[in-house]
């Protein structure tokens, strides 16, 4: 089992940043990959950012330019950069990590609104 708590989340302007964090416990040695996803009121759950065995993340073209996915290994955790916000990426923001099984975190809600 692998447990992710996501934090960093909150209330921002438009044009402004806020960082999330999602740290893993548990069986990490079993993640193959760690990935963000949002879902904002009435949509579907949306990719967002996917980081793997390289220290490159892929991220979806909607945030490619303002978002950053990285990780630190020690820690066990994963961290989502966000820039620029837009009030189109208000949402609930989700961690995720790909092993044996599919593990998901709480969500943690970020708005972005004047």
């Given at each position: 089992?692998?447990?992710l708590v996501?934090?960093?989340?909150?209330?921002?302007?438009?044009?402004?940043?806020?960082?999330l964090s999602c740290?893993?416990?548990?069986?990490?040695?079993?993640?193959?990959?760690?990935?963000?996803?949002?879902?904002?009121?009435?949509?579907?759950?949306?990719?967002?950012?996917l980081i793997?065995?390289?220290?490159?993340?892929?991220?979806?073209?909607s945030?490619?330019?303002?978002?950053?996915?990285?990780?630190?290994?020690?820690?066990?955790?994963?961290?989502?950069q966000?820039?620029?916000?837009?009030?189109?990426d208000?949402a609930?923001?989700?961690?995720?990590?790909?092993g044996?099984d599919?593990?998901?975190?709480?969500g943690i809600?970020?708005?972005?609104?004047?």
């Open positions: 089992q692998v447990q996501e934090s960093g989340g909150g209330l921002v302007q438009p044009g402004g940043s806020l960082r740290v893993a416990s548990g069986n990490i040695d079993s993640i193959k990959a760690m990935r963000w996803y949002r879902q904002a009121p009435g949509n579907s759950r949306e990719f967002v950012a793997g065995d390289q220290p490159i993340a892929n991220l979806a073209p945030v490619a330019g303002r978002f950053r996915m990285s990780r630190d290994n020690a820690k066990a955790a994963v961290y989502l966000m820039n620029d916000l837009r009030e189109e208000t609930v923001y989700y961690c995720n990590a790909v044996p599919n593990y998901w975190g709480q809600q970020v708005t972005v609104s004047s």
